[in-house]
């Protein structure tokens, strides 16, 4: 997935880069033009790996035409907000004392599907978003305007190995349940009242064979129409509202 299709949030120029990476603030990625190894250039590839920001090495003229040729061999793309971290998603649900309630997007690429997921997943109580890394949407602000605000409120964390991540919160007693239009299970048949990671796969492809490995359970919306998929919001509303259901079922 290419991010310099857009300007959202893109800060260019060595110094204010720097300054950037200084400042703490969330970064979706950091480009630096091909060939450029000098000092200040070598100290902002080191900060941003220190911080486990992506580095991509990219042609000078896309730099050029991204920035009208002033960004010294540097440019940023910084979140639209801080992210957070899965201890500060799995501490919210605890803090609230309730079984955690999480969304895995494995490799989304929209960002419209990604704010929309974001704005029903306020309004269900999702305890937090997970997004890899790499080859996802970060949050920008397409995804902030769709969300219509929810983004301020839904904690995001990003990931480095979706498949490790899944494991350790599996072990934390969490049922990690994926969408997929090829399961035998309804999604109203699964127990989906517990601690749960709903997993939404990327536009088209779903999820990838490693984190569907990694699921406990599979699940799909059943389709009698001529269209045979749901985009990733819409499913994705559906199945956060059957959760939702079912955990307040579970209370009453």
């Known amino acids: 997935m290419n991010n310099m299709t857009s300007t959202d949030n893109l800060i260019f120029g060595r110094n204010a880069v720097m300054e950037l990476l200084k400042s703490g603030r969330s970064v979706n990625k950091i480009f630096i033009a091909e060939g450029s190894r000098d000092g200040s250039i070598q100290k902002i590839f080191s900060l941003a790996k220190t911080a486990g920001i992506v580095v991509e090495f990219t042609k000078r003229d896309k730099l050029d035409k991204l920035c009208g040729g ?32 999480i969304i895995l997007l494995d490799e989304l690429e929209d960002p419209q599907n990604f704010g929309a997921i974001l704005r029903t997943a306020e309004a269900v109580g999702v305890h937090g978003v997970i997004i890899p890394k ?35 919160l599996r072990e934390l007693g969490l049922k990690i349940v994926g969408a997929d239009m090829g399961a035998e299970l309804e999604f109203w048949q699964a127990d989906l009242s517990g601690g749960v990671v709903l997993i939404i796969g990327s536009e088209g492809k779903g999820m990838r064979r490693l984190t569907r490995e990694n699921c406990d359970e599979l699940i799909k919306i059943p389709m009698v ?7 990733a919001s819409a499913a994705g509303a559906v199945l956060m509202y059957e959760i939702f259901s079912q955990r307040r079922k579970t209370l009453q």
């Open 134 to 168: 790499r080859r996802s949407v970060q949050l920008n602000a397409t995804v902030f305007k769709t969300s219509a605000g929810a983004a301020e409120y839904v904690k995001v964390a990003q990931v480095t190995n979706v498949a490790q991540t899944l494991k350790q």
């Open 225 to 231: 129409g001529k269209i045979n998929s749901l985009n």
């Open 70 to 101: 002033r960004h010294q061999g540097v440019a940023a793309m910084a979140a639209a907000i801080n992210y957070s971290t899965v201890e500060e998603i799995l501490n919210l649900a605890a803090n609230q004392n309730e079984l955690p309630f």
